[in-house]
């Protein structure tokens, strides 16, 4: 186990990089303090002097309550004071494992000279770029106008579906009632993997093993007394090994299964033609579909438009959800708007004018 000297620094002159163990500041004489914490330089020496050795292996150093002085562990009475040790607080045994959570890292600092001045150059382009976001948006933006309207247009449409024999298929036991069957052929319905024994196969198969131990260094202790100790230990080592084993492999054959496959003819509605109506009078009207005896009237459409001028002469059209907002608008009123430069309504003003 090897043992390293650390070292404090001062906390009274600055001077950093005392002795650990030493008790008072090489460079002021100032006592190290209960506050000073110990720490280890990257390159501290191992230390071999036997004394050193024992003086490490004793125990943390001891604060004398009266006079705030670090005294070793053997002391029974205080060096600065001559205090009895009776109610002291020894310093903390604590150990840094290099595997250990990293520590929270302190926010950078302002960047000097030159970086102040690119951190300004950063600033003032993000703001022209903001300012330029804002007169995009601006110059996109609806703009306030007056809309007269000049007229209407509306379209209205009527599937029509006609009811007439349409050739199906379907497998045996699921062709509908009321279909005529007109033939019908044996084919393959599904495929069924049936086992029909099994095969010796060989593989390889990759373990990791275990092959012993090495002694590994895992972090540092701090003694508490100015001394450092390595701390290790022993983590097992592993080697990947292949070995061949033998399985049983099944082997499956394919037996196709075969179903009658029926063809069939059934009446259904399918879609025939579209019936269509459309002006530009205020008042819509649905399209007659003049259906026959085997015609029905399936799903209908509509769609109404209002047709604006604006203040500025321009002809602008308005498509609309329902025909009850339609109807509300009136030809030759004028209402308040807002319309895109791409000529889009974006809204209109329900009261007009």
């Known amino acids: 186990m090897a043992i ?32 000073v914490e110990f720490y280890l330089p990257e390159d501290a020496p191992e230390v071999t002097d036997a004394e050193a050795v024992k003086r490490a292996g004793a125990g943390p150093d001891w604060i004398c309550p009266y006079c705030q002085a670090d005294n070793a562990d053997a002391n029974a009475f205080c060096s600065g004071c001559g205090a009895p040790r009776d109610g002291a607080k020894t310093r903390q ?11 929270p ?22 703001l022209g770029l903001i300012a330029l976001v804002a007169l995009v948006a601006f110059l996109g933006r609806a703009k306030p106008t007056t809309l007269t309207v000049t007229g209407f247009h509306w379209m209205r449409t009527i599937a029509v579906e006609q009811l007439r024999p349409v050739e199906e298929q379907a497998w045996e036991g699921e062709v509908p009632s009321g279909a005529r069957v007109l033939g019908s052929s044996r084919e393959v319905h599904h495929v069924d993997h049936i086992q029909i024994g099994s ?13 012993g131990s090495q002694r590994v260094k895992v972090g540092t202790r701090n003694r508490g007394n100015g001394y450092f100790e390595d701390i290790y230990e022993d983590r097992p080592t592993y080697e990947n090994r292949t070995r061949q084993e033998t399985y049983q492999q099944p082997v499956y054959r ?6 009658q496959r029926i ?24 399209p007659d579909p003049q259906l026959g005896s085997q015609e029905r009237g399936g799903k209908r459409t ?18 609309v959800l329902n025909e009850q907002v339609w109807s509300s608008f009136e030809l030759g009123r004028s209402y308040k708007g807002k319309v895109y430069d791409s000529g889009e309504v974006a809204e209109v003003a329900k009261g007009g004018s």
């Open 4 to 35: 390293r000297e650390g070292a404090w620094d001062c906390p009274v002159c600055g001077r950093e990089r005392n002795r650990g163990p030493e008790k008072f500041c090489g460079g002021c004489g100032s006592p190290r303090g209960p506050e």
């Open 93 to 103: 045994v604590t150990e840094q494992r290099f595997d250990a959570a990293p520590q």
């Open 105 to 126: 890292v302190a926010a950078p600092q302002p960047l000097k000279d030159g970086g102040s001045r690119l951190q300004e150059g950063l600033g003032l382009g993000c």
């Open 199 to 211: 095969e010796t196969r060989t593989r390889d198969i990759t373990e990791r093993v275990q092959t």
């Open 254 to 259: 394919d037996q196709p299964v075969y179903r």
């Open 263 to 286: 063809r069939y003819e059934i009446e259904k509605w399918m879609p025939d033609r579209v019936a269509q109506a459309e002006g530009r009078a205020h008042a819509a009207a649905w």
């Open 302 to 319: 509509e769609a109404y438009e209002i047709l604006f001028r604006t203040a500025e002469g321009r002809p602008i059209t308005y498509k």
